[in-house]
């Protein structure tokens, strides 16, 4: 078998010394098929490249809508209070719960309304009534698509008179 160069040193400061067996060199010889993929990834684990796709795109989404600072804070208190109001459900008073699953659920409503969006648990039933959605607030909208900021230029910029 041929063993790299970057395999044999990958190996060669964990290996114990003299040790060249069967074993290390099909260690080395799999450390170059990593190294060396010739079959993407996505073929490899389809399901966790989706899960791991999925999961940045919904954090990048998440980052859109809670942009305020306020509204960030609210959801940092708000977020475990509301998940340790429903874990406790199983081992509290039920009042005690409740009150901690809507104390955290009325913080993040809060932000939300500062923030001027809404709560993003509501947008899928706002969606499918066909009533109008803010998903994200119209202050934090790129210039491309924030009608706005196209007033605010258009109005700041010097006219000619003839």
Same mark, same amino acid.
């Given at each position: 078998?041929?063993?790299?160069?970057?395999?044999h040193?990958?190996?060669?400061?964990?290996?114990?010394?003299? %040790? $060249?067996?069967?074993?290390?060199? !099909? *260690?080395? @010889?799999?450390?170059?098929? #990593? /190294?060396?993929?010739?079959? +993407?990834? =996505?073929?490899?684990?389809?399901?966790?490249?989706?899960?791991?796709?999925?999961?940045?795109?919904?954090?990048?989404?998440?980052?859109?809508?809670?942009?305020?600072?306020?509204?960030?804070? %609210? $959801?940092?208190?708000?977020?475990? !209070? *509301?998940l @340790?109001?429903?874990?406790? #459900? /199983?081992?509290?008073?039920? +009042?005690? =719960?409740?009150?901690?699953?809507?104390?955290?659920?009325?913080?993040?409503?809060?932000?939300?309304?500062?923030?001027?969006?809404?709560?993003?648990?509501?947008?899928?039933?706002?969606?499918? %009534?066909?009533?109008?959605?803010?998903?994200? *607030?119209?202050?934090?909208?790129?210039?491309?698509?924030?009608?706005?900021?196209?007033?605010?230029?258009e109005?700041?910029?010097?006219?000619?008179?003839?």
């Open positions: 078998m041929a063993i790299s160069r970057l395999a040193r990958r190996f060669r400061r964990h290996w114990p010394r003299g %040790l $060249h067996t069967y074993y290390y060199e !099909l *260690a080395c @010889a799999a450390v170059d098929l #990593l /190294a060396r993929r010739k079959i +993407p990834m =996505a073929y490899n684990f389809p399901i966790a490249r989706r899960v791991i796709r999925w999961s940045r795109s919904a954090a990048r989404q998440w980052r859109l809508r809670h942009q305020h600072p306020v509204n960030f804070a %609210l $959801h940092l208190v708000g977020i475990p !209070l *509301a @340790a109001g429903l874990v406790s #459900l /199983a081992f509290l008073a039920w +009042p005690y =719960a409740l009150s901690a699953f809507c104390g955290g659920y009325l913080l993040q409503w809060i932000g939300h309304r500062i923030e001027g969006n809404d709560v993003g648990e509501l947008i899928p039933l706002k969606r499918w %009534l066909g009533l109008s959605v803010v998903v994200i *607030a119209p202050q934090y909208l790129p210039a491309a698509n924030n009608p706005h900021t196209h007033q605010q230029q109005s700041t910029q010097p006219t000619e008179h003839s």
